[in-house]
């Protein structure tokens, strides 16, 4: 994930221990030109963005 924007509320890209786990292996906070990599089939969820009418914009990518 390469994000594009900064994000001060929310916004954050966080990596589980597995899906619908509350055990967060690490919490990611968007800020722009920031590039995070992790396995494809690591379990994620992205918070939702708090502050009004601030998109988070990201770009994401598959490498075969």
């Known amino acids: 994930i ?3 924007t900064d994000c001060e509320a929310g916004g954050r890209t966080v990596l589980l221990e597995r899906l619908n786990s509350p055990v967060a292996l690490a919490q990611v906070t968007p800020r722009r030109g ?3 990599l992790f396995p494809h089939v690591c379990p994620h ?3 939702e963005v708090v502050a009004e009418g601030l ?5 994401r990518g598959e490498m075969i």
């Open 2 to 4: 390469l994000y594009l």
């Open 45 to 47: 969820r992205a918070d």
């Open 55 to 59: 998109p988070k914009l990201l770009l």
């Open 34 to 36: 920031r590039l995070l």
